[in-house]
Nanobody, 123 residues
Framework: QVQLVESGGGLVQPGGSLRLSCAAS????????MAWYRQAPGKQRELVAA???????NYADSVKGRFTISRDNAKNTVYLQMNSLKPEDTAVYYC?????????????????WGQGAQVTVSS
């Protein structure tokens, strides 16, 4: 089993900043891509940013230049630094990780999700 635990959400004023963290734990052999998604009320879940194990990043157009994704491979942790926040960034943010895990002396692929962190941008 692989678990993802998120932290760092909250309420912030427009123009403010927040930093989300997501730590993976369990019988992990390796983690390939880690990513942040978000889902606003009444909307579909969308990719916000992703990062490979080698550090290659990808961002949604709506957050380019404002959000930065990073990861600490030694800690199996991914971060999302969010600056210049806008009301339209309000959503539940979900962490995702995919890779391989140990299962009875062999390896299996996993695709895990965090529980979600509420981010509210409002004055």
């Amino acid at each position: 089993q692989v678990q993802l635990v998120e932290s760092g959400g909250g309420l912030v004023q427009p123009g403010g900043s927040l930093r989300l963290s997501c730590a993976a734990s369990g019988s992990i052999f390796s983690i390939n891509a880690m990513a942040w998604y978000r889902q606003a009320p009444g909307k579909q879940r969308e990719l916000v940013a992703a990062i490979t194990s080698g550090g290659t990043t990808n961002y949604a157009d709506s957050v380019k230049g404002r959000f930065t994704i990073s990861r600490d491979n030694a800690k199996n942790t991914v971060y999302l630094q969010m600056n210049s926040l806008k009301p339209e960034d309000t959503a539940v943010y979900y962490c995702n990780a995919e890779g391989s895990r140990w299962y009875q002396a062999s390896r299996r692929r996993f695709d895990a999700w965090g529980q979600g962190a509420q981010v509210t941008v409002s004055s």
